[in-house]
């Protein structure tokens, strides 16, 4: 099948490549690690600490990835995967029974090859599986409300019993993966969509429409599958894990932001704008299409595009609203969105996008045009990166500035594109987007990552450390443990608070290394034995310039004010 032969080429090649990114990743990591070890699967672990920012599940997949590949990059990565190729697939069998093959092929294709998929596909975090849990609850929703047993009782939609205990227990997987937005969100849409639906029965009533939703039956299915581990890891932690999971890292991030990320009202649309890229060339044009779509009560996809733009409208304003705002927060909406893509280019292969008619001009040109517009954003994004990762390279990993050259793939798809739309050869056209996509996903994750990840990730300074014969048993961080170290090196990381600690720590014995924030150095410049000095540094992906100080011969330790001042020097810049 094309859609899983693009999605599995996209996101399994090299999967293992580069290094654990950001923070995210290692910490999930680490935590799965530890419930290996432990034999523990309830409570969550970081570093020998209680983690509380996500319930268990991603773990469990970490487990089953590690169980055939160990703990290693791909073990736990492969869930992601594996999963948002089921969510491709999904969107695909969406996009064919409920509009049209055509459709479904398309909106497959976007999905597998946009840019967002490549990046967090491959990521060992809870997005993939929350993204695949929403897109199957919106899966059996729409079989549900638009499938042939709905249609044939007029507007309302009356779910089955066996199909509201599906639709419940899909739900409560993805409250095990994520908390309570894994329900509440696709029940706001579920529900809005009802209520649309409901609206032109005379005498309908609130009531009546959620009794047909059979909303206890979906609760009752939701909790059997989630309630257990929640009763259980609050047992087991006092109640410790459930306050600080709800009330912190819930209700706290919708109120305010947390770790720096908020945004404007225009983030996500920004977000949708670069994550569908090459594939949003025609982001206004297909908006457009999507309103006319939803106003043309007469079109024969017009309930389907009701449901995906409740589907898409719930989760991009309810997140909205919160204060803290991450680009993966509204993946979830983003089959929907390929959906819509997949109807604006069925539309515009038949030269049918209807609200053009009203213009009295050659509709084709216009078509054309608008295809020839989207084609020359492509040719300048990839225009900017040409130039703009050689300048990020420079700072980041100097050596690497030669990865400026996968700007030519969208370039060079911009014009091969481009000649193909002044052909009128509209087949090809979609499948160049899609190669575009897809082949500059498949270049950042398998080549330009590893080689940015080996340099720009604390797994240099480990590299650093076996070179030096120096244990990771013996290695201890001041203040900030970056989660990559834990994963990295296999155990805790003792955290050290005060200059008195890192100087005992380093005199503890002759092999002990200390790993400092380079914004922190110059707090311990003066703490530091004279047998120990910088024996590297790694720029990291997380803003964060790490210093590795070991044990080193006499010739090779830079005088001590020398080091201060170096380190005051760049502090001062740094801000």
């Known amino acids: 099948m094309i859609i899983a032969g693009t999605a599995a080429f996209v996101l399994l090649l090299k999967l293992g490549a580069t290094p654990l990114w950001d923070d995210d990743e290692p910490k999930n990591a680490a935590c799965s690690v530890a419930m290996l070890e432990s ?95 929403t897109t199957l609850t919106f899966f059996l929703f729409f079989k549900e409300s638009l499938g042939k047993r709905s249609q044939q009782k007029g507007d309302y939609i009356r779910f089955s019993k066996c199909g509201a205990m599906a639709i419940g227990t ?232 030669w990865i400026g050259i996968i700007g030519l793939v969208p370039i060079l798809g911009a014009v091969f594109g481009w000649r193909l739309t002044l052909l009128r050869q509209r087949q090809r056209v979609i499948t160049t987007t899609a190669f575009i996509g897809g082949f500059l996903s498949l270049l950042l994750s398998v080549i330009v990552a590893p080689q940015i990840g080996h340099i720009a990730t604390p797994k240099a300074l480990l590299h650093s450390m076996e070179k030096g014969n120096l244990s990771h048993t013996s290695m201890a961080s001041f203040r900030n443990t970056p989660p990559s170290l834990v994963f990295y090196s296999g155990g805790p990381v003792t955290k050290l608070q005060t200059q008195f600690d890192v100087k005992r720590h380093l005199t503890s014995r002759k092999d002990a290394s200390l790993i400092v924030d380079r914004r922190k150095f110059h707090l311990l410049s003066r703490s530091i034995p004279k047998s120990h000095g910088i024996i590297s540094e790694a720029n990291t992906v997380s803003s964060r310039h790490l210093i590795l100080i070991g044990p080193v011969d006499e010739d090779e330790i830079a005088p001590r004010d020398h080091i201060h001042d170096s380190a005051i020097t760049w502090l001062t810049q740094f801000q």
């Open 39 to 133: 034999n523990d699967w309830v409570v969550p672990t970081f570093d020998g600490r209680l983690r509380v920012e996500k319930p268990p599940f991603v773990n469990w997949l970490h487990l089953a990835g590690m169980s055939i590949f160990g703990p290693t990059e791909t073990g736990v990565r492969l869930g992601s995967a594996v999963l948002t190729i089921g969510t491709c697939l999904l969107t695909w069998h969406i996009g064919v029974q409920f509009f049209s093959q055509t459709i479904g092929f398309v909106a497959g294709l976007v999905m597998a090859t946009c840019i967002w998929t490549g990046v967090g596909g491959r990521a060992s975090t809870p997005d993939a599986p929350l993204v695949f849990f």
């Open 170 to 401: 899909v739900c409560g997987l993805a409250v095990l993966t994520k908390g309570p937005i894994g329900f509440v969100i696709p029940s706001m849409a579920m529900l809005v969509f009802a209520l649309i639906r409901a609206w032109s029965v005379p005498k309908s009533s609130l009531l009546h429409v959620l009794t047909q939703l059979k909303p206890f039956t979906i609760l009752a299915s939701m909790l059997v599958v989630a309630l257990p581990w929640y009763v259980w890891v609050t047992i087991r932690t006092n109640g410790e894990w459930l306050k600080e999971f709800l009330l912190v890292h819930n209700v706290g991030r919708f109120v305010q932001p947390m770790e720096g990320h908020s945004g404007s009202i225009l983030y996500y649309p920004t977000i949708i704008a670069i994550g569908l890229f090459p594939w949003s060339l025609v982001l206004i044009a297909m908006v457009i299409h999507w309103v006319a779509l939803i106003r043309l009560r007469t079109h024969r996809y017009h309930p389907a595009i009701q449901l995906i733009s409740c589907w898409v409208g719930t989760w991009i304003i309810f997140l909205s609203l919160a204060g803290t705002k991450l680009p993966g927060y509204i993946w979830p909406a983003y089959p929907a969105l390929a959906l819509v893509t997949g109807c604006f280019f069925d539309a515009w292969k038949r030269g049918k996008l209807f609200w053009l008619s009203s213009w009295k001009r050659d509709l084709h040109r216009l078509h054309d045009l608008i295809m020839q517009t989207g084609f020359a954003v492509v040719f300048f994004t990839g225009l900017a990166l040409s130039i703009a990762l050689p300048i990020a390279s420079l700072y980041w990993c100097p050596g690497t500035e």
